[in-house]
């Protein structure tokens, strides 16, 4: 646990479910940014000036805090552009089949005690865990 | 309002992906390698996001109407299925691959980075590609079932 880091971990977590609540409490909308996204990517739909200022937001937020200072690094990525294209695809279409993903389901379908969502969440995250012990461990390793 | 609230959600959001380091893919991977050196934080992020959220989602059921639009639109709840625990998994691989789960992504576009644009654009191409699969499969089962009605 060399890099476990609880204090900023538990701030900007209590901030991303602030941030989900105002959503629900304001906009009556769940905070699940693959659903604001692919509901962009439809073509009709009118619902869509909120998802919008959501997502400006949410790609704001590192822009304004580079300037006081506290930008964010180049996030670290893996060298194989067809590795990041897979993901990307699987990512895609694994939460719209899914109905969510780490916000949707994680934060505010558990929050909302949803048993699709605790089903949903145990399961990718075993995915994942499954994917990095092969990638790291089996073939990697 | 109906513009300024959701802007606002999404930098507090944004403001804490940020702090809490998950916009680091590496910091991710790091809490699903429980084989490796393993890093909790994720674990933290999740449990600090839904102390906030569980009484706060309470508090939006007792209320009757959001602040700014009429009504509130929540996923309507149907048991746990094969799409669900497919897309699940499917989703798992993905982000345990790269590290990169959608709301971190979009907010990574910020860096310009080429690797988070590519990564962006196959997440939106599979969101599409879902969306024309589902309609060609919702057309075939009432082609279908057509069929089985002239039979009988």
Redesign the interface.
Known sequence: ??????V????????????????????????G??GI??GL??VRGEDK???I?????????????GLIG?G???????SS?I?????????????????G???G????????L???SV???V???????????I???VVGG | MRIVAPLLCGLIFGAGLLISGMLQPAKVLAFLDVFGAWDPSLLVVMAAALAVSVPGFRLADRSARPWFVGQYLRPGQSGIDLPLVSGAALFGIGWGLVGLCPGPALESLATLSPGVIVFVVAMAAGMILHAFWSKQRVAARRDRSMATATDG
């Open positions: 646990m060399a890099n476990f880091t609880p900023s971990a538990a701030i900007g977590g209590a901030l991303i479910g602030l941030s989900a609540v105002l959503l629900m409490l304001s906009t009556g909308r769940v905070a940014i693959s996204l692919s990517l439809n000036d909120w998802r200022a959501f997502l400006a937001g949410l790609i704001l937020a590192p822009v304004l805090a506290y964010m690094a180049q996030p670290a990525l893996p552009w590795v990041i294209a897979v993901a990307g695809l699987l990512v895609g279409f694994g939460t719209r089949l899914g109905g993903c780490t916000s389901h994680g934060i505010c379908g558990i929050a909302r949803s048993p699709r089903a949903a969440t399961v990718f995250i075993a995915t994942a865990i499954a994917t990095v012990a990638t790291r461990h």
